[in-house]
C-alpha cells in the first residue's frame, strides 16, 4: 500500500472527513498534471496573441509571472498567484474574458455545499476546493474535486448546495 505525502494540512474533523485545505497529495498533483498536459499545451508569453495579454493585464492589472496554456477548446488560460490565492483565469483569442477558478480552503464553502457534499459524497475525500465565476454567470460557482479508492469525481454546486453538474473517472492507481 502506497503512503501519499500529504503536501498541507487537514482541516478541523466533523467537516468532511479526511478533508485535505485545498492542496492534492503528491500523486495526484501529477496525476493531475499528467492529465492537464493531454488537454491544454503550455506557451510562453510571446507565443500567446498581444490582445489575450492585454485581457489578461484588464481583468487583472499588474500580474507577472503568468503560466500560459491553450487549452483543447483553443482558449487560452493564464494561471497565476494573487494575494496568495492561485487563480486560472481564461481567455478567448480576442483577449475577451470568460472564467476564473480560484482556489479557496474548504472553509469559505457556503455550509449548504458543505452538507451537500457530504450527504452527496459519504466516504470521498476533497482535495481540492475553488470558485468559478464565468462572465456569463449570475454567481459564484462552487467546484470541488472529490476521491475514493475507486475514482476521482468533479462537482459544482451552486451557494445553496443544488448540484450543478459532476463527473467522474476511474482512479488510474
Known amino acids: ?3 501519499k505525502t500529504i503536501i498541507c494540512s487537514t482541516i478541523a474533523a466533523g467537516f468532511l472527513a479526511g478533508l485535505v485545505t485545498g492542496c492534492a497529495t503528491r500523486p495526484e498533483k501529477e496525476e493531475k498534471a499528467g492529465s492537464q498536459e493531454k488537454r491544454s499545451a503550455a506557451l510562453t508569453a ?3 496573441p498581444g490582445p489575450v495579454r492585454q485581457g489578461l493585464q484588464a481583468k487583472f492589472p499588474g500580474v507577472a509571472q503568468v503560466e ?3 487549452k483543447g477548446d483553443g482558449n487560452y488560460e493564464a494561471e497565476f498567484t494573487q494575494s496568495g490565492t492561485t487563480i486560472a483565469a481564461k481567455f478567448d483569442q480576442t483577449g475577451k474574458w470568460l472564467e476564473t477558478e480560484r482556489t479557496i480552503s474548504p472553509s469559505e464553502l ?3 455545499v458543505r452538507n451537500a457534499a457530504d450527504s452527496r459524497f459519504k466516504g470521498y475525500a476533497v482535495v481540492e ?3 468559478l465565476l464565468a462572465w ?3 454567481s459564484l460557482t462552487y ?4 476521491e475514493n479508492a475507486k475514482e476521482i469525481v468533479k462537482a459544482a454546486f451552486s451557494a445553496d448546495g443544488a448540484v450543478l453538474n ?3 473517472k476511474p482512479k488510474t492507481r
Not at 467546484?143 to 472529490?146: A, F, R
Open 129 to 131: 476546493t475553488q470558485t
Open 136 to 138: 456569463n454567470a449570475q
Open 68 to 70: 500560459w496554456k491553450i
Open 166 to 168: 459532476q463527473s467522474a
Open 143 to 146: 467546484e470541488l474535486h472529490l
Open 110 to 112: 457556503p455550509q449548504a
Open 1 to 3: 500500500m502506497k503512503i
Open 46 to 48: 510571446t507565443q500567446v
